[in-house]
């Protein structure tokens, strides 16, 4: 792999582990809830994307301007390349570190506990579909009597 592609897979994860650390680590601390207080955690995932997008635009380029019919295959083609995939992780942990950082946010609002919250921080950003079951299994699930649309 290019080493710039390299460098630019590695940076969104990078970027993100502090905010993810200290969720994990210190979830209840002013510090955590301070840090995450703002949009910052965003810019790193955000900006690679960005950069990758402007040092190789063929790839979107392609996807946005070609047959509808052969979007499919376009997406393949795009997502196999060096390009491809850096976009695909920044988008990933960009989506992963805002979902975490939500789940957590949830958490700490219903006092689940430092193990629980932990378990969700983990799999929010390990595996984001068993940290959101988690989420859903272990946050109190509050009712109103009204029906929300």
Same mark, same amino acid.
């Given at each position: 792999?290019? !080493?710039?592609?390299?460098? @630019?897979? =590695?940076?969104?994860?990078?970027?993100? #582990?502090?905010?993810? =650390?200290?969720? =994990?680590?210190? $979830?209840?601390?002013?510090?955590?809830? &301070?840090?995450?207080?703002?949009?910052? =955690?965003?810019?790193?995932? @955000?900006?690679? *994307?960005?950069?990758? !997008?402007?040092?190789?635009?063929?790839?979107?380029? #392609?996807?946005?301007? %070609?047959?509808? +019919?052969?979007?499919?295959?376009?997406?393949?083609?795009?997502?196999?390349?060096?390009?491809?995939?850096?976009?695909?992780?920044?988008?990933?942990?960009?989506?992963?570190?805002?979902? !975490?950082? *939500?789940?957590?946010?949830?958490?700490?609002?219903?006092?689940? %506990?430092?193990?629980?919250?932990? +378990?969700?921080?983990?799999? %929010?950003?390990?595996?984001?579909?068993?940290?959101?079951?988690?989420?859903?299994?272990?946050? $109190? &699930?509050?009712?109103?009597?009204? !029906?929300?649309?």
């Amino acid at each position: 792999m290019e !080493t710039v592609n390299i460098v @630019l897979f =590695l940076i969104p994860t990078i970027w993100v #582990g502090p905010f993810w =650390l200290l969720m =994990l680590l210190e $979830p209840e601390s002013d510090r955590t809830k &301070q840090w995450l207080s703002g949009d910052l =955690l965003f810019i790193g995932p @955000l900006s690679i *994307w960005l950069l990758a !997008t402007i040092l190789n635009p063929s790839g979107l380029i #392609g996807l946005l301007t %070609g047959n509808p +019919a052969d979007f499919f295959d376009t997406m393949v083609e795009l997502l196999g390349t060096e390009t491809g995939t850096v976009l695909a992780w920044s988008h990933f942990v960009a989506g992963d570190i805002m979902a !975490t950082r *939500w789940m957590w946010r949830k958490a700490i609002e219903h006092n689940l %506990g430092l193990n629980k919250t932990r +378990a969700i921080v983990f799999f %929010g950003v390990m595996l984001m579909p068993v940290g959101l079951l988690l989420h859903v299994i272990l946050n $109190p &699930q509050k009712t109103t009597g009204k !029906t929300e649309v």
